[in-house]
T-cell receptor, first 114, second 111 residues
């Protein structure tokens, strides 16, 4: 149980365009979802926390206008990288939880901005 | 602020050579300590949750233990397929379900 999917797994886009990444909890209802970013050989960096039906809470230093998060239902959260630039290239991972317990992670999305 | 320190950064083992990974933490009110395994290019895979000092959990060749200041992940008779980065994370009581992650220990098991 506790499966989380992400789509797409890889995306290449041109500088200035926007990219949407979907995160779904497949077999449980996720009251809270998290978005992380991971650079090569580094640990996870939390970007934001989203709760179903409310605005996301962003970590310090994360631009909320650049990384738009929507948590429209108990099984779906989306991250939109707006006006992407090469420095936004990274591995983006979502996680989901149904309470103050373990988080279950998606497989990640590799974003490359050219 | 919750803090997690993992050691060593990297561990190279011969197949069958048991070893332990350390996770030291400081947290205001432990909600849980979590171990994950991450393979290159993939999301972390949940392994264990430990809630209180003295608790132990096992899964195949892995065993996690917890004290008030640290957790250990013991790998018994590892196989090459145990090669991965192992991440430790803590959830604090005041932290809104968020987790604080350590930098991880990368384990390489040679046949």
């Amino acid at each position: 149980g506790a499966v989380v999917s992400q789509h797409p797994s890889r995306v290449i886009c041109k500088s200035g365009t926007s990219v949407k990444i979907e995160c779904r909890s497949l077999d449980f209802q996720a009251t809270t979802m998290f978005w992380y970013r991971q650079f090569p050989k580094q640990s996870l960096m939390l970007m934001a926390t989203s709760n179903e039906g409310s605005k996301a809470t962003y970590e310090q230093g994360v631009e909320k206008d650049k990384f738009l998060i929507n948590h429209a239902s108990l099984t779906l959260s989306t991250l939109t990288v707006t006006s992407a630039h090469p420095e936004d290239s990274s591995f983006y991972i979502c996680s989901a939880t149904s309470g103050p317990y373990e988080q279950y992670f998606g497989p990640g999305t590799r974003l490359t901005v050219t | 602020e919750d803090q997690v320190t993992q050691s060593p950064e990297a561990l190279r083992l011969q197949e069958g050579e048991s070893s332990s990974l350390n996770c030291s933490y400081t947290v205001s009110g432990l909600r849980g300590l979590f171990w994950y395994r991450q393979d290159p290019g993939k999301g972390p895979e949940f392994l264990f949750t430990l809630y209180s000092a003295g608790e132990e959990k096992e899964k195949e060749r892995l065993k996690a233990t917890l004290t008030k200041k640290e957790s250990f992940l013991h790998i018994t008779a590892p196989k090459p397929e145990d090669s991965a980065t192992y991440l430790c994370a803590v959830g604090g009581a005041e932290n809104d379900y968020k987790l604080s992650f350590g930098a991880g220990t990368t384990v390489t098991v040679r046949a």
